[in-house]
């Protein structure tokens, strides 16, 4: 019924999902099963008195099931099973349990009964500091990172900030050495951006930094450059072409910089091409050098080229052509997307003669179903052809969304 040896040998954590799990199950009459098991049952029943009883017998078991099920039981939601799961768990505790049990307490933790738990890591977190700073459950590792500041060294501290793989974890420790007014230099070199914005303010030099390729260092480095009087875009034209400068010249450049950016959207590196119909949205958004990058092989570079064309006419034949089954799938895309922002009309034409594509057919279908909960009326006409293949579509789709399409038809004749 129960596999048990299975969940002792697998992640810790699982005990905490599995209690849930457990109470949610429907036992069928005459189910049975192992004395073992009875007892695991009753640990996580809805029931607080089977609950309550099964702790106490938990509580002298030496099954190694024992220990995490009172680990639960100690944030349980009625306060005498907790309080008897809590004495009969810490009298099981010691140094080598509680690292392994340490991913399922970081779970417990989140269960907000009372602080009993945060009060239990923190208690044992000087022992266990190592084992807690690697933990795999994201966000109890970085609750040990915060919880541990004070116990780590600056060095440490420093290696966290400048290697760790999780930028929350990097930001924690380098804005913990800004605090103290250390390494930084060492933080604006290579931590998280939040944390290398900071250290840019301590350690002035910001020219240096205006083509960062991080945004918000690129930006902080803007506005203290025009704190003290001069021009970033002054000083990008200067520059030779690189991700950093053309994305710094975009946002603080004026219209006569689009030039160097459209020369710039026939780079051979997609980021720079990417930077350039950036900049060019903001400096220039009557260019009309960015629609042939519609069919860019970049996926990102095509996305911002949507982004340029939003609200500009492109012609509904063009998008249609890109729409065809041997373009890139991100094209196709880019394609549906500027269709549907034509008008409602062309959004539920587009959507209906995507609904069978096998790419494209998902979000032809969310995007149908958004426009019937949304949309309330239509206050235009489709042209003949266009409702005659409306009219065509709806011959194969649901018949409530048919009949919803056909409503909105009938609406429109008489306007």
């Given at each position: 019924?129960?596999?048990?040896?299975l969940?002792?040998?697998?992640?810790?954590?699982r005990?905490?999902?599995?209690?849930?799990?457990?109470?949610?199950?429907?036992?069928?009459?005459?189910?049975?099963?192992?004395?073992?098991?009875?007892?695991?049952?009753?640990?996580?029943s809805?029931?607080?008195?089977?609950?309550?009883?099964?702790?106490?017998?938990?509580?002298?078991?030496?099954?190694?099931?024992?220990?995490p099920?009172?680990?639960?039981?100690?944030?349980?939601?009625?306060?005498?099973?907790?309080?008897?799961?809590?004495?009969?768990?810490?009298?099981?505790?010691?140094?080598?349990?509680?690292?392994?049990m340490?991913?399922?307490?970081?779970?417990?933790?989140?269960?907000?009964?009372?602080?009993?738990?945060?009060?239990?890591?923190r208690?044992?977190?000087?022992g266990?500091?190592?084992?807690?700073?690697?933990?795999?459950?994201?966000?109890?590792?970085?609750?040990?990172?915060?919880?541990?500041?004070?116990?780590?060294?600056?060095?440490?501290?420093?290696?966290?900030?400048?290697r760790?793989?999780?930028?929350?974890?990097?930001?924690?420790?380098?804005?913990?050495?800004?605090?103290?007014?250390?390494?930084?230099?060492?933080?604006?070199?290579?931590?998280?951006?939040?944390?290398?914005?900071?250290?840019?303010?301590?350690?002035?030099?910001?020219?240096?930094?205006?083509?960062?390729?991080?945004?918000?260092?690129?930006?902080?480095?803007?506005?203290?450059?025009l704190?003290?009087?001069?021009?970033?875009?002054?000083?990008?034209?200067?520059?030779p072409?690189?991700?950093?400068?053309?994305?710094?010249?975009?946002?603080t450049g004026?219209?006569?910089?689009?030039?160097?950016?459209?020369?710039?959207?026939?780079?051979?590196?997609?980021?720079?091409?990417?930077?350039?119909?950036?900049?060019?949205?903001?400096?220039?958004?009557?260019?009309?050098?960015?629609?042939p990058?519609?069919?860019?092989?970049?996926?990102?570079?095509?996305?911002?080229v949507?982004?340029f064309?939003?609200g500009?006419?492109?012609?509904?034949?063009?998008?249609r052509?890109?729409l065809?089954?041997d373009?890139?799938v991100?094209?196709?895309?880019?394609?549906?997307?500027?269709?549907?922002?034509?008008?409602?009309?062309?959004?539920?034409?587009?959507?209906?003669?995507?609904l069978?594509?096998?790419?494209?057919g998902?979000?032809?279908?969310?995007?149908?179903?958004?426009?019937?909960?949304?949309?309330?009326?239509?206050?235009?006409?489709?042209?003949?052809?266009?409702?005659?293949?409306?009219?065509?579509?709806?011959?194969?789709?649901?018949?409530?969304?048919?009949?919803?399409?056909?409503?909105?038809?009938?609406?429109?004749?008489?306007?």
């Amino acid at each position: 019924m129960l596999d048990l040896d299975l969940l002792i040998a697998g992640d810790v954590r699982r005990w905490a999902d599995f209690d849930v799990e457990l109470r949610r199950t429907y036992w069928p009459a005459g189910t049975r099963c192992t004395p073992r098991e009875a007892l695991v049952v009753a640990a996580c029943s809805g029931d607080g008195y089977l609950r309550e009883a099964a702790v106490h017998r938990l509580a002298v078991s030496s099954d190694p099931e024992a220990l995490p099920l009172l680990l639960i039981r100690c944030v349980d939601w009625v306060a005498p099973v907790r309080a008897a799961a809590r004495r009969a768990a810490v009298s099981k505790l010691d140094d080598s349990s509680l690292r392994a049990m340490l991913p399922l307490l970081g779970v417990l933790r989140r269960r907000q009964v009372d602080d009993w738990m945060i009060a239990l890591l923190r208690e044992n977190l000087p022992g266990l500091l190592d084992v807690a700073l690697a933990l795999e459950d994201r966000e109890t590792r970085r609750w040990a990172h915060r919880e541990a500041l004070g116990l780590l060294s600056r060095e440490r501290l420093l290696d966290i900030a400048t290697r760790d793989e999780d930028f929350v974890v990097r930001a924690i420790a380098g804005t913990a050495l800004l605090d103290r007014g250390e390494c930084v230099d060492e933080a604006l070199a290579a931590g998280a951006p939040k944390v290398r914005m900071r250290a840019l303010t301590m350690a002035g030099g910001a020219e240096e930094y205006l083509a960062d390729p991080t945004s918000a260092v690129r930006s902080m480095a803007q506005a203290l450059v025009l704190k003290a009087g001069g021009d970033p875009a002054a000083h990008y034209r200067t520059l030779p072409d690189s991700f950093g400068v053309l994305a710094g010249l975009g946002e603080t450049g004026t219209a006569g910089d689009a030039e160097r950016l459209e020369r710039a959207l026939s780079h051979d590196h997609p980021r720079i091409r990417r930077a350039a119909v950036r900049g060019l949205r903001r400096i220039a958004p009557e260019s009309t050098a960015v629609l042939p990058l519609l069919t860019d092989p970049s996926p990102a570079v095509t996305r911002q080229v949507v982004e340029f064309l939003r609200g500009k006419f492109v012609e509904v034949a063009t998008l249609r052509e890109l729409l065809a089954a041997d373009r890139p799938v991100h094209t196709r895309r880019a394609a549906a997307a500027l269709l549907r922002d034509r008008d409602t009309w062309v959004r539920l034409h587009t959507d209906l003669t995507l609904l069978a594509d096998a790419d494209l057919g998902a979000d032809a279908e969310q995007d149908l179903h958004a426009c019937r909960q949304h949309l309330i009326g239509v206050y235009t006409k489709p042209t003949a052809r266009l409702r005659a293949e409306l009219e065509a579509a709806c011959d194969d789709l649901d018949p409530a969304m048919a009949r919803w399409i056909r409503f909105l038809l009938s609406s429109a004749q008489y306007r």
